[in-house]
């Protein structure tokens, strides 16, 4: 394997894209916010977002060999390091959240709550709710990620104790935008998840159905952005942010076409992220 091959997939595979896509939300949050950014606010964004995902792939490490074959095998050195990797993010992730306030570490207790809810099985979650990980009720699974990530301009906020509209205004945009990326995902691990007992909703309707839903998400996400801009509360050079929205429909139409494989879709759905501090930064120059 080359140099390139393995920075590729250690890049996408090794869950380093979506943790930079994380930094890449705080960004333009922060961009929004008229702050330039500083550089612990974007390490503990990569920090928690790594941490979460290393919890999920140590929790789903034996469904993901049938969906995920590929990234499984390349993940499989280091499957029993995944656990000190995760409590190394999370522990350094509020060391540097307490150096900053008290209020931001507090706040930053919710994702570390809503991974472990949402991938580690729980006797009294199975004996109180009937399922013992939150992915295992249908659409519970793509709303705590989405919600999960629609916290990122609460916290940013938080982080500078500065409380604008315009910042949580973005939080259902952000919202919107990952309930398309979790549903899209979902459609990939469509037998996995059937096989496993995991409710999603391409198991429910069915990748015709899901991608219906989808297509409104979008749209729905484009013309909030769109509102928000139209009305003052975010300003002008967030309006590209809506390029997302076409960016979507190509990509899912490209995953539909057979025409690619699996790291190819995920640095495509997941790289989303990671343009929206690009695409911010250039608008407000």
Request: proline letters at 4%; hydrophobic letters at 50%; a positive charge.
């Amino acid at each position: 394997m080359s140099l390139a091959s393995k920075a590729y997939k250690e890049l996408v595979y090794g869950g380093h894209l979506l943790a930079l896509g994380t930094s890449s939300m705080a960004l333009t949050v922060a961009i929004v916010l008229g702050r330039v950014p500083s550089w612990d606010l974007l390490l503990m964004a990569y920090l928690f977002s790594l941490g979460a995902y290393s919890i999920n792939r140590i929790s789903d490490f034996e469904q993901d060999v049938v969906s995920h074959p590929d990234r499984t095998a390349y993940l499989k050195s280091r499957k029993g390091a995944l656990k000190g990797i995760a409590a190394g993010c999370f522990a350094l992730g509020y060391v540097l959240a307490l150096t900053r306030n008290l209020i931001f570490f507090t706040a930053l207790l919710i994702p570390l709550v809503l991974a472990v809810a949402y991938s580690v099985s729980s006797g009294k979650m199975r004996s109180t709710l009937g399922v013992s990980r939150l992915k295992e009720i249908t659409l519970v699974k793509n709303v705590t990620i989405s919600f999960g990530w629609s916290l990122v301009p609460v916290l940013v906020v938080l982080y500078y104790l500065d409380l604008p509209a315009a910042v949580l205004g973005l939080a259902p945009f952000v919202f919107l935008r990952l309930m398309v990326n979790t549903i899209f995902f979902d459609q990939r691990d469509l037998d996995a998840d059937a096989k496993f007992g995991v409710k999603t909703l391409p198991v429910k309707l069915g990748l015709a159905g899901s991608s219906r839903v989808m297509d409104l998400l979008d749209l729905a996400s484009g013309a909030y952005i769109i509102g928000l801009v139209a009305v003052g509360i975010v300003p002008f050079f967030a309006l590209p942010l809506v390029i997302f929205v076409p960016y979507s429909f190509a990509y899912r139409a490209y995953a539909k076409s057979g025409k690619h494989r699996d790291s190819l879709r995920d640095l495509a759905a997941d790289g989303e992220y990671l343009l929206w501090g690009v695409v911010t930064y250039i608008g407000h120059l």
